[in-house]
């Protein structure tokens, strides 16, 4: 709901680097504490991005899964020659992220699942399953080879990553992805995605 004049400028260097931005129901309706909290009229807008008042998750949460709610949510996020940099099949309860950095091997990409399924009554983790995630490479990553390896935190403290299995991780040079199917885990998995090849874990082509 509360936007500041700061926050507003940095969704708009977003959107005009190639971001998308989709907000729903009041989200932006007021100024941030600088104001007050004063009502912002008529509401932010960002060109390139998709502002709605409808509020089509609570609708979907409240509804039990509302299926035209379900359907909004797709819709508002479907945009025309643009796809996701990320896709997988993690359930809920598993957080997915994306990282680009380096180190001194070079430059690295790292895809991080934590698990949050806690069974209350017991205070314990259920198990992550073995998930498929799909990412779409950077640029600069297209037709190269690359490699991928992982490691948990149930790993003996010095152990290298581990390898995925050839058959785990594939690469799709012509639409620039590759496709990771992890183990099951259960705290956290990190993978690692390396180009060139040479520094740990099986080539993947």
């Given at each position: 709901m509360t936007l500041a004049?700061?926050?507003?400028?940095?969704?708009?260097?977003?959107?005009?680097?190639?971001?998308?931005v989709v907000a729903t129901g009041e989200t932006g309706t007021r100024y941030g504490p600088?104001?007050?909290?004063?009502?912002?009229?008529p509401g932010f807008s960002l060109p390139g991005a998709r502002i709605v008042a409808d509020k089509p998750g609570v609708t979907y949460w409240r509804?039990?899964?509302?299926?035209?709610?379900?359907?909004?949510m797709a819709e508002l996020l479907d945009w025309a020659g643009w796809t996701p940099r990320?896709?997988?099949?993690a359930p809920a309860t598993v957080g997915v992220?994306?990282?680009?950095?380096?180190?001194?091997?070079?430059?690295?990409?790292?895809?991080?699942?934590?698990?949050?399924?806690?069974?209350v009554a017991t205070d314990t983790l259920r198990s992550a399953p073995a998930i498929t995630t799909t990412i779409r490479l950077p640029d600069?990553?297209?037709?190269?080879?690359?490699?991928?390896?992982?490691?948990?935190?149930?790993?003996?403290?010095?152990?290298p990553p581990v390898p995925l299995a050839a058959d785990a991780a594939t690469v799709d040079?012509?639409?620039?992805t590759v496709r990771l199917r992890t183990p099951a885990f259960e705290t956290c998995l990190i993978v690692f995605l390396?180009?060139?090849a040479g520094q740990g874990g099986e080539a993947i082509r």
């Open positions: 004049d700061a926050d507003i400028s940095e969704l708009r260097r977003y959107v005009e680097g190639g971001g998308r600088e104001r007050y909290l004063a009502s912002r009229e509804n039990e899964r509302d299926a035209t709610a379900a359907r909004r990320l896709e997988t099949d992220n994306l990282n680009v950095r380096s180190d001194l091997s070079g430059p690295l990409l790292t895809l991080d699942l934590n698990n949050a399924d806690l069974d600069e990553w297209r037709r190269r080879e690359l490699q991928a390896s992982y490691v948990t935190p149930e790993m003996q403290d010095g152990a040079h012509e639409r620039g390396r180009s060139p």
